[in-house]
Protein backbone atom coordinates (compact mmCIF):
# COMPACT_ATOMS: atom_id res chain seq x y z
CA UNK A 1 0.00 0.00 0.00
CA UNK A 2 0.79 3.36 -0.84
CA UNK A 3 2.59 5.07 2.36
CA UNK A 4 1.02 7.74 2.13
CA UNK A 5 -2.91 6.46 2.36
CA UNK A 6 -1.37 4.38 5.38
CA UNK A 7 -0.51 7.95 6.74
CA UNK A 8 -4.12 9.42 5.40
CA UNK A 9 -5.59 6.29 7.34
CA UNK A 10 -3.69 7.08 10.42
CA UNK A 11 -4.46 10.41 10.51
CA UNK A 12 -8.14 9.51 10.18
CA UNK A 13 -7.91 7.03 12.95
CA UNK A 14 -6.55 9.49 15.91
CA UNK A 15 -8.84 12.61 15.13
CA UNK A 16 -12.19 10.17 14.28
CA UNK A 17 -11.31 8.98 17.65
CA UNK A 18 -10.84 12.26 19.47
CA UNK A 19 -14.66 13.06 18.26
CA UNK A 20 -16.81 11.40 20.90
CA UNK A 21 -13.84 11.97 23.53
CA UNK A 22 -13.34 15.57 23.59
CA UNK A 23 -17.03 15.61 23.94
CA UNK A 24 -16.93 14.00 26.78
CA UNK A 25 -14.25 15.04 28.27
CA UNK A 26 -15.27 18.84 27.84
CA UNK A 27 -18.45 18.43 29.91
CA UNK A 28 -19.03 22.19 31.40
CA UNK A 29 -16.33 23.46 29.68
CA UNK A 30 -17.22 26.37 26.84
CA UNK A 31 -16.15 25.68 23.43
CA UNK A 32 -14.02 27.70 22.64
CA UNK A 33 -11.80 26.80 26.10
CA UNK A 34 -11.97 23.11 25.02
CA UNK A 35 -10.96 23.66 21.63
CA UNK A 36 -7.79 25.79 22.76
CA UNK A 37 -6.84 23.26 25.12
CA UNK A 38 -7.35 20.79 22.52
CA UNK A 39 -4.89 22.76 20.18
CA UNK A 40 -2.27 23.78 22.79
CA UNK A 41 -2.10 19.76 23.75
CA UNK A 42 -1.20 19.38 20.28
CA UNK A 43 1.01 22.47 19.82
CA UNK A 44 2.96 21.77 23.11
CA UNK A 45 3.52 17.68 22.73
CA UNK A 46 4.70 18.54 18.60
CA UNK A 47 7.02 21.24 20.27
CA UNK A 48 8.95 18.80 22.45
CA UNK A 49 9.07 15.96 19.91
CA UNK A 50 10.41 18.48 17.45
CA UNK A 51 13.03 19.70 20.35
CA UNK A 52 14.16 16.12 20.54
CA UNK A 53 14.42 15.36 17.16
CA UNK A 54 16.11 18.02 16.00
CA UNK A 55 18.34 18.02 19.29
CA UNK A 56 17.67 22.05 19.72
CA UNK A 57 15.57 24.68 17.77
CA UNK A 58 16.18 24.75 14.10
CA UNK A 59 14.35 27.10 11.73
CA UNK A 60 11.36 26.49 10.24
CA UNK A 61 12.37 26.29 6.57
CA UNK A 62 9.43 28.01 5.70
CA UNK A 63 9.85 30.37 2.65
CA UNK A 64 8.55 34.25 2.77
CA UNK A 65 5.74 33.04 -0.10
CA UNK A 66 4.87 29.92 2.01
CA UNK A 67 4.17 31.75 5.29
CA UNK A 68 0.38 33.74 4.07
CA UNK A 69 -1.00 29.78 3.19
CA UNK A 70 0.26 28.43 6.41
CA UNK A 71 -1.12 31.23 8.52
CA UNK A 72 -4.14 31.23 6.06
CA UNK A 73 -4.72 27.44 7.28
CA UNK A 74 -3.85 27.99 10.88
CA UNK A 75 -6.72 30.94 11.20
CA UNK A 76 -9.57 28.34 9.02
CA UNK A 77 -8.09 25.01 10.72
CA UNK A 78 -6.98 25.74 14.03
CA UNK A 79 -9.16 28.96 15.37
CA UNK A 80 -12.92 28.85 13.33
CA UNK A 81 -13.04 24.82 12.94
CA UNK A 82 -12.47 23.59 16.09
CA UNK A 83 -14.28 26.37 17.66
CA UNK A 84 -17.37 25.96 15.50
CA UNK A 85 -16.69 22.06 16.36
CA UNK A 86 -16.72 22.23 19.86
CA UNK A 87 -20.15 24.56 20.07
CA UNK A 88 -21.76 21.85 17.51
CA UNK A 89 -21.15 18.87 19.68
CA UNK A 90 -22.94 20.95 22.54
CA UNK A 91 -25.98 20.95 20.75
CA UNK A 92 -26.05 17.23 19.13
CA UNK A 93 -25.28 13.69 19.76
CA UNK A 94 -21.28 12.50 19.12
CA UNK A 95 -22.02 9.67 16.98
CA UNK A 96 -24.02 12.14 14.30
CA UNK A 97 -21.29 14.73 14.72
CA UNK A 98 -18.59 12.02 14.07
CA UNK A 99 -20.84 11.12 10.43
CA UNK A 100 -20.98 15.07 9.84
CA UNK A 101 -17.72 15.69 9.73
CA UNK A 102 -17.90 13.67 6.41
CA UNK A 103 -18.56 16.54 4.59
CA UNK A 104 -15.14 18.00 5.18
CA UNK A 105 -13.85 15.34 2.72
CA UNK A 106 -16.65 16.74 0.40
CA UNK A 107 -15.61 20.49 0.64
CA UNK A 108 -12.30 19.98 0.97
CA UNK A 109 -12.32 18.07 -2.35
CA UNK A 110 -14.64 20.80 -3.99
CA UNK A 111 -12.18 23.48 -3.52
CA UNK A 112 -9.73 21.66 -4.54
CA UNK A 113 -11.50 21.02 -7.95
CA UNK A 114 -12.99 24.38 -7.83
CA UNK A 115 -9.91 27.07 -6.73
CA UNK A 116 -7.00 24.87 -7.15
CA UNK A 117 -8.04 22.97 -10.15
CA UNK A 118 -6.97 19.81 -8.92
CA UNK A 119 -8.40 16.37 -11.14
CA UNK A 120 -11.73 14.99 -10.36
CA UNK A 121 -11.99 11.53 -11.64
CA UNK A 122 -15.99 10.12 -11.73
CA UNK A 123 -15.77 7.66 -8.89
CA UNK A 124 -14.27 10.81 -6.43
CA UNK A 125 -17.19 12.60 -7.83
CA UNK A 126 -19.61 9.86 -6.99
CA UNK A 127 -18.31 9.40 -3.68
CA UNK A 128 -18.83 12.52 -2.65
CA UNK A 129 -22.44 12.53 -3.43
CA UNK A 130 -23.23 9.50 -1.71
CA UNK A 131 -21.34 11.12 1.53
CA UNK A 132 -22.96 14.75 0.53
CA UNK A 133 -26.64 12.42 0.80
CA UNK A 134 -25.57 10.71 4.30
CA UNK A 135 -25.07 13.98 5.54
CA UNK A 136 -28.26 15.54 4.71
CA UNK A 137 -30.29 12.62 6.18
CA UNK A 138 -28.02 12.96 9.64
CA UNK A 139 -29.06 16.45 9.17
CA UNK A 140 -32.49 15.50 9.50
CA UNK A 141 -32.35 13.30 12.31
CA UNK A 142 -31.36 13.18 15.66
CA UNK A 143 -29.18 9.53 16.00
CA UNK A 144 -28.60 10.06 19.71
CA UNK A 145 -32.09 10.43 20.66
CA UNK A 146 -31.39 13.57 22.94
CA UNK A 147 -32.62 16.72 22.05
CA UNK A 148 -30.58 19.56 19.55
CA UNK A 149 -31.85 21.62 16.90
CA UNK A 150 -30.57 22.46 13.63
CA UNK A 151 -27.80 24.88 14.52
CA UNK A 152 -25.89 21.80 15.46
CA UNK A 153 -25.18 19.89 12.53
CA UNK A 154 -24.83 23.47 10.90
CA UNK A 155 -21.98 24.48 13.39
CA UNK A 156 -20.63 20.69 12.52
CA UNK A 157 -21.16 21.34 8.79
CA UNK A 158 -19.46 25.28 9.36
CA UNK A 159 -16.43 23.04 10.90
CA UNK A 160 -15.85 20.91 8.01
CA UNK A 161 -15.76 24.25 5.41
CA UNK A 162 -13.56 25.75 7.59
CA UNK A 163 -11.24 22.70 7.66
CA UNK A 164 -11.72 22.23 4.16
CA UNK A 165 -10.25 25.44 3.38
CA UNK A 166 -7.66 24.43 5.87
CA UNK A 167 -6.59 21.59 4.29
CA UNK A 168 -6.01 23.11 0.30
CA UNK A 169 -3.90 26.08 1.95
CA UNK A 170 -2.31 23.23 4.01
CA UNK A 171 -1.30 21.36 0.56
CA UNK A 172 0.47 24.30 -0.54
CA UNK A 173 3.06 24.03 2.20
CA UNK A 174 3.28 20.39 2.53
CA UNK A 175 6.39 19.83 1.34
CA UNK A 176 7.80 21.51 4.51
CA UNK A 177 8.52 20.13 7.82
CA UNK A 178 5.03 18.24 9.07
CA UNK A 179 5.96 18.63 12.71
CA UNK A 180 6.25 22.34 12.39
CA UNK A 181 3.75 23.01 10.43
CA UNK A 182 1.27 21.12 13.09
CA UNK A 183 3.08 21.82 16.17
CA UNK A 184 2.86 25.65 14.89
CA UNK A 185 -1.04 25.59 14.02
CA UNK A 186 -1.41 23.76 17.37
CA UNK A 187 0.60 26.57 19.10
CA UNK A 188 -1.20 29.65 17.89
CA UNK A 189 -4.81 28.26 18.11
CA UNK A 190 -4.57 26.83 21.48
CA UNK A 191 -2.95 29.65 22.84
CA UNK A 192 -5.38 32.70 21.33
CA UNK A 193 -8.45 29.74 21.42
CA UNK A 194 -7.24 30.10 25.26
CA UNK A 195 -6.71 33.42 25.65
CA UNK A 196 -9.95 34.16 24.47
CA UNK A 197 -11.64 31.70 26.68
CA UNK A 198 -9.88 33.08 29.70
CA UNK A 199 -10.68 36.54 28.58
CA UNK A 200 -14.65 35.67 28.18
CA UNK A 201 -14.52 34.20 31.81
CA UNK A 202 -13.77 30.21 31.64
CA UNK A 203 -11.95 28.54 34.00
CA UNK A 204 -9.21 26.26 33.67
CA UNK A 205 -10.21 22.58 34.47
CA UNK A 206 -8.65 20.92 37.54
CA UNK A 207 -5.62 18.63 36.01
CA UNK A 208 -7.70 15.26 36.15
CA UNK A 209 -9.75 17.07 33.50
CA UNK A 210 -7.65 18.73 31.94
CA UNK A 211 -4.37 16.29 31.77
CA UNK A 212 -6.62 14.01 29.65
CA UNK A 213 -7.85 16.96 27.43
CA UNK A 214 -4.48 18.16 26.40
CA UNK A 215 -3.48 14.02 25.80
CA UNK A 216 -6.69 13.68 23.48
CA UNK A 217 -5.43 17.44 21.57
CA UNK A 218 -2.16 15.57 20.77
CA UNK A 219 -2.60 12.40 19.76
CA UNK A 220 -5.85 13.72 18.01
CA UNK A 221 -5.17 16.77 16.80
CA UNK A 222 -1.23 17.00 16.84
CA UNK A 223 0.09 13.66 15.61
CA UNK A 224 -3.24 13.03 13.31
CA UNK A 225 -2.35 16.57 11.88
CA UNK A 226 1.47 15.25 11.42
CA UNK A 227 0.09 12.26 9.66
CA UNK A 228 -2.30 14.57 7.32
CA UNK A 229 0.23 16.60 6.20
CA UNK A 230 2.02 13.91 5.11
CA UNK A 231 -0.53 12.30 3.23
CA UNK A 232 -1.48 15.69 1.50
CA UNK A 233 2.37 15.91 -0.12
CA UNK A 234 1.71 12.67 -1.26
CA UNK A 235 -2.06 12.63 -2.46
CA UNK A 236 -3.30 15.56 -2.85
CA UNK A 237 -6.04 17.74 -1.14
CA UNK A 238 -9.17 15.57 -2.29
CA UNK A 239 -7.81 12.18 -2.44
CA UNK A 240 -6.36 12.87 1.13
CA UNK A 241 -9.54 14.15 2.29
CA UNK A 242 -11.21 11.03 1.01
CA UNK A 243 -9.08 8.70 2.64
CA UNK A 244 -9.72 10.65 5.67
CA UNK A 245 -13.18 10.82 5.48
CA UNK A 246 -12.89 6.93 7.18
CA UNK A 247 -12.40 9.21 10.51
CA UNK A 248 -16.09 9.56 11.28
CA UNK A 249 -16.79 5.66 11.19
CA UNK A 250 -14.39 5.14 14.20
CA UNK A 251 -15.52 7.79 16.24
CA UNK A 252 -19.10 6.77 15.59
CA UNK A 253 -18.07 3.27 16.65
CA UNK A 254 -16.87 4.88 19.80
CA UNK A 255 -20.19 6.73 20.63
CA UNK A 256 -21.98 4.47 19.91
CA UNK A 257 -20.11 0.62 21.34
CA UNK A 258 -17.61 2.58 24.63
CA UNK A 259 -19.66 5.63 25.61
CA UNK A 260 -23.35 4.19 25.17
CA UNK A 261 -24.97 6.53 22.90
CA UNK A 262 -28.41 5.13 20.90
CA UNK A 263 -28.83 5.64 17.42
CA UNK A 264 -31.96 5.28 15.02
CA UNK A 265 -32.46 3.70 11.31
CA UNK A 266 -31.89 6.80 9.78
CA UNK A 267 -28.45 6.88 11.27
CA UNK A 268 -27.65 3.39 10.06
CA UNK A 269 -28.76 4.70 6.02
CA UNK A 270 -26.60 7.75 6.36
CA UNK A 271 -23.57 5.22 7.50
CA UNK A 272 -24.43 2.85 4.60
CA UNK A 273 -24.46 6.32 1.92
CA UNK A 274 -21.31 7.29 3.45
CA UNK A 275 -19.35 3.49 3.33
CA UNK A 276 -20.78 3.36 0.23
CA UNK A 277 -18.74 7.05 -0.60
CA UNK A 278 -15.60 6.27 0.98
CA UNK A 279 -15.39 2.69 -0.70
CA UNK A 280 -15.70 4.53 -3.86
CA UNK A 281 -13.02 6.63 -3.19
CA UNK A 282 -10.55 3.90 -1.92
CA UNK A 283 -10.59 2.02 -4.95
CA UNK A 284 -10.09 5.06 -7.16
CA UNK A 285 -7.05 4.55 -9.23
CA UNK A 286 -5.85 7.55 -11.99
CA UNK A 287 -3.14 7.03 -14.91
CA UNK A 288 -2.23 9.08 -17.95
CA UNK A 289 0.66 10.44 -20.30
CA UNK A 290 1.84 13.59 -18.34
CA UNK A 291 4.14 16.12 -18.25
CA UNK A 292 6.80 16.93 -15.19
CA UNK A 293 7.46 20.96 -15.82
CA UNK A 294 11.01 22.03 -14.09
CA UNK A 295 10.87 22.48 -10.81
CA UNK A 296 13.16 23.71 -7.64
CA UNK A 297 11.77 22.21 -4.28
CA UNK A 298 12.96 20.74 -0.97
CA UNK A 299 11.51 17.68 0.85
CA UNK A 300 12.59 14.17 1.87
CA UNK A 301 12.90 11.94 -0.91
CA UNK A 302 14.72 8.74 -2.48
CA UNK A 303 16.39 8.78 -5.63
CA UNK A 304 13.34 7.08 -7.98
CA UNK A 305 12.20 8.27 -11.53
CA UNK A 306 11.40 11.38 -10.27
CA UNK A 307 14.60 12.14 -8.18
CA UNK A 308 17.61 11.69 -10.90
CA UNK A 309 19.72 14.61 -9.77
CA UNK A 310 23.18 15.59 -8.94
CA UNK A 311 24.45 16.62 -5.85
CA UNK A 312 26.73 19.60 -5.72
CA UNK A 313 27.62 18.57 -1.70
CA UNK A 314 29.27 15.31 -0.14
CA UNK A 315 26.72 13.28 1.02
CA UNK A 316 26.55 9.30 1.71
CA UNK A 317 24.19 7.08 -0.26
CA UNK A 318 21.71 6.89 2.54
CA UNK A 319 18.08 6.85 1.44
CA UNK A 320 15.95 9.24 2.30
CA UNK A 321 17.78 12.35 2.63
CA UNK A 322 16.30 15.79 2.20
CA UNK A 323 17.52 18.72 0.10
CA UNK A 324 16.88 20.91 -2.01
CA UNK A 325 17.03 19.89 -5.77
CA UNK A 326 15.92 20.96 -9.36
CA UNK A 327 13.82 18.34 -11.13
CA UNK A 328 14.54 18.81 -15.24
CA UNK A 329 10.99 18.42 -17.23
CA UNK A 330 10.12 14.83 -17.73
CA UNK A 331 7.31 13.45 -19.79
CA UNK A 332 5.89 10.33 -18.97
CA UNK A 333 2.66 7.67 -17.95
CA UNK A 334 1.95 6.04 -14.88
CA UNK A 335 -0.71 5.60 -11.86
CA UNK A 336 0.02 8.79 -9.56
CA UNK A 337 -2.26 11.15 -7.64
CA UNK A 338 -1.80 14.87 -7.55
CA UNK A 339 0.91 14.77 -5.21
CA UNK A 340 4.32 17.52 -4.95
CA UNK A 341 5.34 16.05 -8.38
CA UNK A 342 1.85 15.92 -10.10
CA UNK A 343 0.53 19.15 -9.95
CA UNK A 344 -0.70 19.49 -13.54
CA UNK A 345 -3.99 20.27 -15.24
CA UNK A 346 -6.04 17.49 -17.06
Request: glycine content about 12%; some cysteine.
Amino acid sequence: MNLSIVYALAAAALFGASTPLAKNLGLGLSPVLLAGLLYLGSGVGLAGVRLIRDRGWKPSGLSPSEWPWLLGAIAFGGILGPVALMFGLTRTAGATASLMLNLEAVLTAVIAWVVFRENADRRIVLGMIAIVLGGVVLSGADSGGTSHDWTGPLAVAVACLCWGIDNNLTRKVSASDALFIAGAKGLIAGLVNGGLALYLGAQIPGMAQLAPILLVGFLGYGISLVMFVLALRGLGSARTGAYFSTAPFLGAAIAVLMLGESVTVAFWIASALMAVGVWLHLTERHAHDHQHDATEHGHRHVHDEHHQHEHGFEWDPAEPHSHVHVHSPLRHSHAHFPDVHHRHRH
